[in-house]
């Protein structure tokens, strides 16, 4: 009879991430999307948001420290910003 | 009902276009920034959640027998900006709670029928906003 091993050491499902794309969007779309997707993720999870709208490139932040979670890079090119969110 | 979540009470008591997105709006973002939030309609914001209502508001000012209101929304649509009932639904599935005023219900002979009684939370008077907002950092009258 083959011997059965289940490995219990690794997580059953490692952080996937989320990505999200308001470019275009303007207020309040931004900032609902992101919060909407941080509350479909799990924890572990990375939301990245992907936009246009200058005011979010401040708020999401302010709106992630606010939830208790971490930022984990703002990047800007042109106009469009990404930010990337430790759920 | 202490709560240690910040909580935002907003009494929506115009019916126009331009202030039930303020509304809404700042509904969204206080959910989306964490905290919940309510909006008590009262009065003409109520005319607002009868069925196939929201929209139809006129413009606070310069509305100018819906000219204005076509102009403004030709706008909007250019900005790209959402649309009420997209707002709505938003404020909905983050936690946001509705609260409908018996008494506009009862002057203005509004039947809960005739309301979107499934976006309604609650059915309240004073009372209901008092202690929602006796509990609140943020309240406003719009």
Sequence with gaps: ?87 | MESKTERATIILHSGDMDKVYSALIVGTGALAMGMEASIYFTFWGLERLKKSALEKGPLSRMHMFGLGKWMVQRRMKKANVAALERLLQDFKELGGKIIACEMTMEIMGIKKSDLREELIDQYGAVGAYIQEARNSTVTLFI
């Excluded at chain 1, 948001?49 to 200058?54: I, R, S």
């Design chain 1, 1 to 87: 009879m083959p011997e059965i091993t289940v490995d219990v050491s690794r997580p059953v499902c490692p952080g996937v991430e989320i990505r999200i794309d308001v470019c275009g969007q303007t207020c309040p779309v931004p900032l609902v999307e992101t919060r909407k997707a941080l509350r479909r993720a799990a924890p572990g999870d990375i939301v990245t948001v992907v936009g246009t709208h200058p005011a979010s490139k401040e708020e999401i932040p302010m709106a992630v420290k606010a939830l208790g979670l971490q930022v984990l890079s703002i990047e800007e090119e042109g106009n469009r910003w990404t930010i990337r969110i430790q759920r």
